[in-house]
């Protein structure tokens, strides 16, 4: 028997949002941002940014998580930088890549299999698995066991072949044009 509107509209969502366009990790922490609003525990893992970077939308999430502690309404939000502030454009001096992805890997995998929130956003998760600092097919496995309705929305350029067909939803940004084409810098407020 076909699943009820009722079952289909709970089922869990592996999200992608990739592409060389500007706006997809916006895009997810929007969609954090309404599920926030109905009451859902949301999971932020970072696996590039550095927590030193003071991004709006880390501001935005603490303020919302703060709100929901005093007041009740919304959710709870937990923020999490995985590493040390690796990047994806050069290497980081004295830390191994590999090895901080693998372990901020493990503490999300912990969390799915306790069911810790309804939504994970893995921020800029694309590049470990492009780098081959993660094993796809093991991601893609522990995905594919979560329990629960636990929805996950993973960001990022050069999202592996392998994960965008195991996605429910992908979403490609398309660059048609940006300042950094003429060598402008990013723009605080626009690109972070």
Known sequence: M???????????????????????STAAFGLGLRGWAQGWSIGVYQ??????????????YAALADRH?????GGPIE?????????WLRATEGLDQAELAREGWRHVADALAEQTHDLVILDEFTYPLANG?????????????????????????RAP????DAADLITEMTKITHPF???????????W
Request: a positive charge; glycine letters at 14%; charged letters at 25%.
């Open 181 to 191: 084409d003429q060598g402008a810098r990013g723009q605080a407020g626009i690109e």
């Open 133 to 157: 600092w993660l094993e796809v097919d093991d991601v893609l496995a522990t995905l594919a066991a979560r329990p629960g309705t636990q929805h996950v929305v993973i960001t990022g350029r």
């Open 2 to 24: 076909a699943p009820s509107t009722r079952e289909r509209r709970t089922q869990p969502r592996l999200i992608v949002h990739t592409g060389d366009g500007k706006g997809k």
């Open 79 to 87: 923020w999490h930088t995985m590493g040390a502030g690796w990047t």
């Open 69 to 73: 502690r005093t007041t009740g309404e």
């Open 47 to 60: 696996f590039v940014k550095s927590g030193k970077w003071a991004t709006g939308e880390r501001a935005a």
């Open 161 to 164: 072949q392998a994960l965008l």
